[in-house]
């Protein structure tokens, strides 16, 4: 069963309702959602699902069903059962998902700093970090910093393009990512563009303005393997 994802025209949902298709053993599925799931690197997103009695269940974890575009709600548990047909109001833990799209959105700007193949990366709402393919002599904490909270000053509005396949194909410099292929098969590929710094394929969620990630700054860089070398930060404040 696919789910329309609402996230991806507007990531500044924090709520909808949507009417519940499928219960299972993994957890419910719904017509449409504001919860993103697992994916990209990015973890899945929490929050509430509110009944119309006012029964609320807690959601630990949105993860990708087995149909494509489908999200599956992963409730706590010993929470109430829901019954499919039945509406329910979505409610993000926000706090926690505008804290990923400022890091999602620092590690694109980052990506531009660090001019290397990205071999892995994982966002966390308290940090996140990218996997390079590099020499560990050119990676400096303080540059890396630096050099990415002036491109954030920039303020430069964020944009969510479409690309088809065969398009993509034809720009294969647009993947930066060795170890996350862009999905294929729809069609369609989603790009985000930070118009001036960057432009590659994503499905993830961002902010609407780089100038809301504020600034960052380097936790830690340590080697992780003889090719990947890792860059993590959190952000700065
Ligand atoms: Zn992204």
Redesign the pocket.
């Known amino acids: 069963m696919t789910t329309e994802l609402l996230f991806r025209e507007d990531a500044y949902l924090r709520t909808a309702t949507a009417r519940v298709v499928a219960v299972h053993e993994r957890g419910i599925e719904l017509d449409r959602t504001i919860f993103y799931p697992q994916g990209?690197g990015q973890v899945g997103d929490s929050g509430q699902l509110v009944r119309a009695n006012g029964e609320r269940i807690r959601v630990a974890d949105a993860r990708k069903g087995e149909a494509p575009d489908s999200v599956v709600h992963v409730p706590d548990a010993s929470m109430p059962r829901v019954d499919v047909g039945e509406m329910l109001t979505l409610e993000l833990d926000w706090p926690r998902r505008l804290a990923l799209m400022k890091l999602?959105?620092a590690?694109?700007v980052m990506s531009c700093v660090v001019v290397a193949p990205v071999t892995g990366g994982n966002i966390s709402p308290d940090k996140a970090r990218l996997d390079f393919d590099i020499d560990m002599r050119l990676l400096d904490a303080a540059h890396i910093e630096c050099e990415t909270n002036a491109l954030i000053a920039r303020g430069v509005a964020t944009e969510t393009v479409w690309i088809s396949d065969a398009e993509l194909d034809a720009r294969p410099e647009l993947v930066k990512t060795m170890s996350v292929q862009p999905p294929r098969g729809s069609g369609k590929v989603r790009l985000?563009r930070i118009p001036g710094i960057d432009l590659?394929p994503?499905?993830?969620?961002?902010v609407a303005n780089i100038a809301e990630i504020g600034a960052i700054r380097v936790l830690k860089i340590r080697s992780e393997g003889r090719r990947n070398r890792r860059v993590e930060v959190a952000l700065a404040g």
Request: with cysteine; charged share 0%; aromatic share 0%.
């Open positions: 990209g999602h959105t590690l694109h985000l590659q994503c499905g993830g969620t961002h």
